[in-house]
């Protein structure tokens, strides 16, 4: 059973870091790609940032690029999002996803396993 646990979230000021993580079981790390997610309150669920595990690929939105991170830790199969420079436009709940096979990175209905959401709230 395919298994994704979202944490990390919290308040930070604006211009402050945070970093996501993902735990994921169920299936086997290197075979999947694993994404980050978000949705504010009345918008779109947007893609964040991909990464393709077994060949260590990574996918980011133009309005992270340069600030959020992705990586992957095989040993404790948890995928990271480092996120600095954080704005207000960037507070919501981020969740992290994984799919056998991803031909539109970013595209949520791509993804078939989901966990639960982590709130960032960015004060200004």
């Known amino acids: 059973d395919v298994q994704l646990q979202a944490s990390g979230g919290g308040l930070v000021q604006e211009g402050g870091s945070l970093r996501l993580s993902c735990v994921v079981s169920?299936?086997?790390?290197?075979?999947?790609?694993i994404a980050w997610f978000r949705q504010a309150p009345g918008k779109e669920r947007e893609g964040v940032s991909c990464?393709?595990?077994?060949?260590?690929?990574?996918y980011y939105a133009d309005s992270v690029m340069g600030r959020f991170s992705i990586s992957g830790d095989y040993a404790k199969k948890t995928v990271y999002l480092r996120m600095i420079d954080l704005k207000p436009e960037d507070a919501a709940t981020y969740y992290c996803?994984?799919?056998?096979?991803?031909?539109?990175?970013?595209?949520?209905?791509?993804?078939?396993?989901w966990g639960q959401g982590t709130q960032v709230t960015v004060s200004s």
């Open positions: 996803a994984a799919v056998r096979w991803v031909g539109r990175p970013l595209d949520p209905s791509e993804y078939a396993h």
């Open positions: 169920g299936f086997t790390f290197d075979d999947f790609a």
């Open positions: 990464i393709e595990t077994k060949v260590g690929r990574t």
